[in-house]
């Protein structure tokens, strides 16, 4: 129950970033519900590889280079979704730091409520 939940969080922090930045569109719920399970499936099977294949790099610049590997994810989706778009890279990059404090945020009010 709790992932059907945080699936429906993720999409409405997709829907949230969006909302907030200018770079980024959303046509409506639907689609923010669809880029949650794309970019879920997206770091699933596609991230670890990527992550492997540049360990030297990541090493290199201590780990923010994984900032680049998400903001490329992002931007996959963008191509496979018709009505999510991202304008650029910096855009992507910026949607996925917004998504991800969206979904802290939420993790932590979850946690809150079980805990009550």
Do not use: C
Request: no cysteine; aromatic share 14%.
């Amino acid at each position: 129950m709790i992932s059907i939940i945080r699936f429906f969080l993720n999409g409405l922090a997709v829907l949230l970033s969006a909302y907030l930045l200018p770079g980024v569109e959303v046509e409506h719920y639907g689609y923010a519900l669809l880029v949650a399970a794309i970019l879920a499936l997206i770091n699933t099977f596609i991230k670890p590889v990527l992550i492997i294949l540049t360990i030297p790099i990541t090493l290199v610049t201590f780990g923010l280079f994984l900032l680049v590997i998400n903001a490329l994810m992002i931007q996959l989706a963008d191509w496979l979704i018709d009505g999510f778009e991202v304008r650029n890279f910096w855009w992507a990059l910026l949607f996925s730091l917004v998504v991800s404090l969206f979904n802290s945020l939420f993790s932590d009010l979850l946690k809150t409520q079980r805990t009550s």
